[in-house]
């Protein structure tokens, strides 16, 4: 059973880092890429980040991008997302999310965690 | 970037009674477009991707249409397990996008 599991969110003043990690199971974690998909209280959804299964190709949306890093260890099967310079926009359940394979350059996602509350607040 | 917009943004719907919602991409994404349903402290489910392919485990009541900008996801009986939050997700460029998103609730 594919299983992922967000660990690392939490209350932190606007200027601050936090890192949040996923572990996976229940799957060959190397072979995939994975991604990063945020949702705000009471929004909808907004990706994050993406990260190739070899770390190779790394992406990220233009409202992330030069604060937040995404990484993987293959070794742990275990994905992260280190987040500075964090702003009360970034409040949040981040999910991590594994995609379905198909025919195409790029994937849906069929695999969810549960989802991480990052609160940005002073 | 490309935009993907839902309409409408709620649709009060009976038990029993067809639902048919609308997303909308700003350019074309072919056939690369996914639904996912979400109910309330859940994370996302997928339906849909391909426009059309039913992902695993999905009834049959759940269908998709379209291609290039227009699509549809159909649900032709709604089941009371069925009232949700939809998205529509193209994945046919970077960044990923997703619509945002139909409620469908009970009339």
């Known amino acids: 059973e594919v299983q992922l599991v967000e660990s690392g969110g939490g209350l932190v003043k606007p200027g601050g880092s936090l890192r949040l990690s996923c572990a996976a199971s229940?799957?060959?974690?190397?072979?995939?890429?994975m991604n990063w998909v945020r949702q705000a209280p009471g929004k909808g959804l907004e990706w994050v980040s993406s990260?190739?299964?070899?770390?190779?190709?790394?992406y990220y949306a233009d409202s992330v991008k030069g604060r937040f890093t995404i990484s993987r260890d293959n070794a742990k099967n275990s994905l992260y997302l280190q987040m500075n310079s964090l702003r009360a926009e970034d409040t949040a359940v981040y999910y991590c999310a594994r995609p379905l394979v198909v025919p195409a350059a790029l994937h849906p996602i069929d695999y969810w965690g549960q989802g991480t509350l990052v609160t940005v607040s002073s | 970037e490309i935009v993907m917009t839902q309409s409408p943004a709620t649709l009060s719907v009976s038990p029993g009674e067809r639902a048919t919602l609308s997303c909308r991409a700003s350019q074309s994404v072919s056939s690369n477009l996914a639904w996912y349903q979400q109910k309330p402290g859940q994370a996302p489910r997928l339906l849909i991707y391909?426009?059309?392919t039913r992902a695993t485990g999905i009834p049959a009541r759940f269908s998709g249409s379209g291609s290039g900008t227009e699509f549809t996801l159909t649900i032709s009986s709604l089941q009371s397990e069925d009232f949700a939050v939809y998205y529509c997700q193209q994945y046919n460029n970077w960044p990923l996008s997703f619509g945002g998103g139909t409620k469908v609730e009970i009339k």
């Open positions: 391909g426009a059309s």
């Open positions: 229940g799957f060959t974690f190397s072979s995939y890429s």
């Open positions: 990260i190739s299964s070899s770390s190779s190709y790394i």
